[in-house]
């Protein structure tokens, strides 16, 4: 690792932003940015947001909405697929991403008024879809919990997915959603290798709190699943049956798993990360990467750019499958019952 390594982000360069007519420059030692010189702090922003509740159209997903309280992440996953939705607000998708972080406050308002239109039939909106509603910023400011106590309100059901134990301070939300069959959580595990773990996503929480999570919420009468992901050739892909059977024994009753995809600005992001931690690897995980998205680490299509296709992802599927057939048969997430909505609810929350 070299000397000028950013310890604690995952992301070690800034990309260029094809919405910027300007870029930053490392060409010239005269034109070198002082902030590029040294580990870039956190900043917030905050954004006045007009809704909050996105129709999802990937076929790929499978949830039809999805909610996200924040833009950027703290946690600094350098494979985040999120990290391009950054550059739309003018910013990188690299370290800006991990260290400009926008806090949407008025999202529990936009979420209650989504929930009183006349014409909205309920079903399960995912939070989040894009950046961890749990990152550290949640710490300080609630956003999510906030969020969570306008679903309970209206009995509305939600699915959650996140890599942070955070979540642990809202098990009497969630324990009250449950018991009316209205929460899913998804927990996101990559890694039981910690070396790994700070590497690839320095600022989430260790396995072994992940999994502890999914123990505490299991006693709750929450369900739980895990979400390995995403599944990198070369780095992380032999521990899948390890990471499912870890989960169920915690009390996991589901599981899930996606290959690694580099869109857009990721692959230069990843590249550059994989060269500086993993440099005698490199071309063994550069080109199985690549093997598994039809020769282009760029992959946008439909179903491949999730599950990949050829030797390798049939490699990596046949392990997965064998372990969920071992861990996780007879076991399945309860279905949500759109019965609880109340449309109008009681009082207005914000009134």
């Keep these: 690792m070299e000397d000028n390594y950013f310890k604690g982000r995952g992301a070690q360069i800034k990309t260029e ?19 590029l010189l040294e580990n870039p702090k956190t900043q917030v922003f905050h954004e006045t947001s007009k809704k909050i509740v996105n129709k999802v159209n990937s076929p790929d997903l499978h949830f039809g909405y999805s909610m996200n309280p924040y833009q950027g992440c703290e946690h600094g996953c350098v494979y985040c697929y999120a990290r391009n939705t950054h550059e739309y607000y003018g910013f990188s998708a690299g370290l800006d991403f991990e260290t400009k972080i926008i806090i949407k406050q008025n999202a529990p ?14 079903v399960p909106i995912m939070l989040s879809g894009n950046t961890d509603c749990y990152q550290p910023q ?10 969570l106590q306008v679903l309970l309100k209206y009995r ?3 699915g959650i997915i996140t890599k942070n134990a955070l979540i642990q301070r809202d098990l009497d939300i969630l324990a009250d959603l449950a018991k009316n069959k209205l929460v899913h959580v998804m927990i996101s595990i990559t890694t039981l290798d910690e070396d790994l773990r700070r590497q690839l996503e320095p600022r989430t929480a260790s396995a072994k709190k992940r999994l502890q999570t ?18 990198i050739p070369g780095l ?3 521990e899948i049956p390890a990471i499912l059977k870890a989960a169920a024994d915690h009390g996991a009753v589901a599981c899930g798993m996606t290959v690694v995809r580099l869109n857009g600005s990721i692959s230069k992001i990843f590249e550059d990360w994989l060269k500086k ?4 690897r490199f071309e063994k995980v550069w080109n199985q990467i690549s093997e598994l998205h039809g020769g282009n680490v760029n992959d946008s299509n439909f179903g491949r750019r999730m599950t990949g296709e ?8 046949q392990l997965y499958h064998v372990a969920k057939k071992k861990y996780f048969t007879g076991k399945s997430m309860p279905p949500a019952d759109l019965t609880q909505f109340r449309r109008g609810g009681n009082l207005n929350l914000f009134s």
């Design 156 to 158: 509305h059901p939600v």
């Design 214 to 231: 999914i123990d505490v919420l299991t006693k709750a009468g929450i369900p739980v699943g895990v979400m390995n992901a995403p599944i």
């Design 109 to 122: 308002e936009l979420l209650e008024r989504h929930l009183l239109q006349p014409t909205w039939q309920a």
């Design 310 to 317: 050829g030797n390798i992802a049939d490699a990596i599927q």
């Design 138 to 147: 949640e710490k300080k400011f609630q956003i999510t919990r906030k969020m």
């Design 277 to 280: 931690n993993f440099p005698e």
């Design 17 to 35: 932003n094809k919405y910027l007519k300007e870029q930053y420059s490392t060409e010239h030692i005269e034109g070198l940015d002082e902030e």
């Design 236 to 238: 992380n892909h032999h």
